[in-house]
């Protein structure tokens, strides 16, 4: 039977690089957080196409850029929006709960 998800911490927002990508590592996961203009997110990080790790990369508060072959991608939504990237990348549901960014998983 599958386990249900639950919220857990994954950073304090304080902790958060602001405007910016940060690493986090939770588990066996690569994790990026961005501080993104519309909010916070959270997907893995690294790149779909190559084995860069986004948060290596140019963030500008709505995209991140990969620091390998510059592929493009909305830190909002996960979308693919410029080659060679073009797989999405894989979002965890978040939300900031007393100044704590938690990932449900
Ligand atoms: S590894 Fe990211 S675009 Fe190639």
Redesign the pocket.
């Known amino acids: 039977m599958a386990r249900e998800k639950t919220w857990q911490d994954l950073i304090a927002v304080s902790e958060l690089f602001r405007g910016d990508a940060t690493p986090v590592v939770f588990g066996n996961r690569e994790l990026a957080v961005f501080d993104t203009v519309d909010g916070i997110t959270v997907s893995m990080a690294r ?1 779909t ?4 790790n986004l948060c290596d990369g140019y963030f500008d508060g709505t995209h991140i850029e ?1 620091p ?4 493009l991608f909305d830190a909002r939504s996960g979308e693919a929006v410029a080659a ?2 073009r797989v999405k990348l894989r979002m965890l549901q978040s939300r900031v709960l007393n100044d704590m960014v938690q990932i449900l998983i």
Not at 49 to 52: C, D, F, L, R
Request: overall charge neutral; glycine content about 16%.
């Open positions: 790149c196409h190559g084995a860069a990969c390998l072959h510059q592929g060679p990237a």
